[in-house]
């Protein structure tokens, strides 16, 4: 069986000792850049390694990019194999924040051709909820080759969102919650408000109260009430820097509504040119 948008915390716990399984932990804090790394030492999932937004599923920060530039794809094969991922591991990423940072992961192993990734419903909260193990030993990695099969036709860049836009080719979707989406505060980027004529859709409304994905049927029934007659390879993803956005990308597949893409550089990349127009409201 084979693992390509969520998994249960039971079903990963009876895995846990499959070495062709990599369990990935993706906590991270954006107030806190190093929370996510401590959090991790202080207690995992059995035989988890640590994926660092920052650092090794994001490139250095310039003038002209978001806050979560995409990475080197070439450097996160490499990184990817040292954490003992081949292209035949079954690959589970998570973190303590309904996905909204596992799901980056989920997504960028997609780019590079491997679909056997989940994202672990729940994340760490619920598999301690559940009573199930935590460790601080660290996991002795056997390193692996991982060879990527780059899908360069996964994202668009501001350019192609520009002409897309003006061409209403594609549906915009912003994963922001709705207060930063009107431009009524934004406690992170230097502009506030959003790209014209996208829609809003905050990813954590593909939760229930329990810190879960809804079923399968109510996201789609809900997107598909969003987007309309749109087919879901015209809808492109963005939020503040391309990070939770994956998060509406993933509820879309987990939903039946397969092939919707991403604006990687999102909010915080297209504010960077003055040019590029603002909505609010």
């Not at 998994?7 to 107030?31: E, K, Y």
């Not at 997609?110 to 935590?134: E, F, T, Y």
Request: glycine letters at 8%; aromatic letters at 8%; proline letters at 5%.
């Amino acid at each position: 069986m084979t693992y390509t948008t969520l998994i249960s915390a039971a079903t990963l716990h009876q895995q846990l000792n499959n070495p062709d399984w990599i369990i990935v932990d993706c906590r991270f804090s954006l107030a806190d850049a190093e929370a996510g790394a401590k959090a991790y030492r202080h207690g995992h999932i059995p035989n988890a390694r640590y994926a660092h937004l920052d650092k090794d599923l994001s490139s250095a920060i310039t003038d002209f990019t978001g806050r979560h530039p995409l990475p080197n794809f070439a450097l996160l094969a490499k990184k990817l194999g040292d954490w003992g991922i081949s292209n035949n591991s079954q690959v589970v990423a998570y973190d303590d924040a309904g996905g909204a940072f596992a799901g980056r992961l989920w997504w960028l192993l997609r780019c590079m051709g491997h679909d056997k990734v989940a994202v672990l419903d729940g994340g760490i909260k619920h598999w301690q909820k559940q009573g199930l193990p935590i460790t601080t030993t660290l996991p002795a990695v056997k390193p692996a080759t991982f060879r990527p099969y780059l899908n360069d036709g996964a994202w668009l860049n501001a350019l192609q969102v520009q002409n897309s836009t003006a061409k209403k080719s594609i549906r915009l979707i912003d994963a922001r919650t709705p207060e930063r989406y009107r431009g009524e505060q934004e406690p992170i980027d230097p502009v506030a408000g959003h790209i014209p004529g996208a829609l809003n859709r905050a990813f954590q409304l593909n939760l229930d109260g329990n810190g879960l994905f809804l079923s399968a049927e109510k996201l789609r029934e809900q997107f598909k009430r969003l987007i309309g007659a749109t087919a879901p390879e015209q809808v492109v993803h963005y939020c503040g820097s391309g990070v939770t956005a994956c998060h509406n990308l993933l509820a879309m597949e987990y939903a039946g509504l397969t092939g919707s893409k991403l604006y990687a550089g999102s909010w915080s990349e297209w504010i960077r040119n003055k040019n590029r127009a603002v909505a609010e409201g």
